[in-house]
């Protein structure tokens, strides 16, 4: 007959307040917003966003400052056309950062421990993109918020008003960073080397907007002016600016232009179609990699 003994080894069950799913989803947008501005990483990894946060912001200071010297409100930039004119430094930060928040963890195989624990699928994916969201639109809004600083400053009298111009730019910055962080995060979530996903996301950024705009300037010399405006829908900049010209009667700054409101509604609707298909896409991504 054998006797069995148990042993007090001082564990204790934890008795505190269960936080839930709110507070686990905030923790990794938290963690994943930092993690795209280098914070609470070597300062080497801090390098590349600051300082591509700098050169973005350069124009808007510069334009506000020629404005306040030469008493020309005509040269302020409008307020919806920055992110476009500024569009190959911002494409560079997605680039660099995108990887950051969709592959390092596929890098360093950490993908199933999250899952070991009661994060949902679902949750992780979402604080992802909803960080890279975020990072984008800061990098992109705090510029224009200094062109309308600067506007109320000098006392721009053609442009009445100010403040309607300028939350309809940040409706366009917020559809900005949608779009590209569809894009961004699951190209580089592909791959889990770095170097790749950085030149994967370069690539399919730059690639559809060289084909439009050699496209457009074709149905340019043709007079083909329907397929050069439709055109615009393929390149995830000018996507943006049909939305922001037909339904938030922003000036036109990218190339083709589609007609009147129905225009804008099929470009908002490819917006959303890329929206939820990233987080799709991403959503069997990681649960396969939870897995392996």
Same mark, same amino acid.
């Given at each position: ?139 992109? =809004? ?7 600083? /600067? !506007? +109320?400053? %000098?006392?721009?009298?053609?442009? &009445?008003?100010?403040? #309607? ?88 700054? =990218? ?7 129905? /225009? !804008? +509604?099929? %470009?908002?609707?490819?917006?959303? &179609?890329?929206?939820? #298909? ?15």
């Amino acid at each position: 007959m054998t006797t069995s003994t148990i042993h007090d080894i001082g564990y204790r069950r934890y008795e505190g307040r269960r936080l839930g799913r709110a507070y686990v989803l905030r923790s990794l947008f938290v963690h994943n917003l930092r993690a795209a501005f280098g914070l609470g990483r070597p300062a080497r990894s801090k390098v590349m966003p600051f300082l591509l946060g700098l050169i973005v912001l350069v124009p808007a200071l510069a334009d506000v400052g020629a404005v306040s010297i030469t008493h020309r409100p005509e040269l302020l930039i409008h307020y919806s056309a920055y992110p476009i004119q500024v569009q190959v430094i911002v494409a560079i930060f997605l680039a660099a950062q995108a990887p950051v928040l969709a592959s390092r963890d596929l890098r360093h195989h950490t993908v199933p421990l999250y899952f070991s624990r009661p994060v949902g699928h679902l949750d992780y994916v979402l604080a992802k993109v909803a960080a890279m969201v975020t990072a984008l639109f800061a990098l992109m =809004a705090v510029p224009v918020t200094v062109l309308y600083a /600067g !506007g +109320l400053i %000098a006392k721009v009298p053609h442009r &009445a008003d100010h403040l #309607g111009h300028y939350l309809g730019a940040l409706v366009g910055c917020a559809l900005f960073a949608v779009v590209l962080a569809a894009i961004g995060t699951v190209v580089a979530a592909f791959t889990p080397r770095r170097g790749f996903g950085v030149a994967a996301v370069i690539a399919v950024y730059l690639l559809p907007t060289v084909f439009v705009r050699l496209v457009q300037a074709i149905a340019e010399e043709r007079t083909d002016f329907t397929l050069e405006a439709w055109m615009g829908l393929f390149a995830p900049f000018n996507l943006v600016d049909i939305v922001q010209v037909r339904l938030l009667g922003a000036p036109q700054t =990218a190339t083709g232009i589609p007609p009147g409101v129905t /225009g !804008g +509604l099929v %470009a908002l609707a490819v917006c959303a &179609a890329l929206a939820g #298909g990233s987080v799709a896409v991403l959503y069997a991504r990681f649960r396969k990699a939870g897995l392996s």
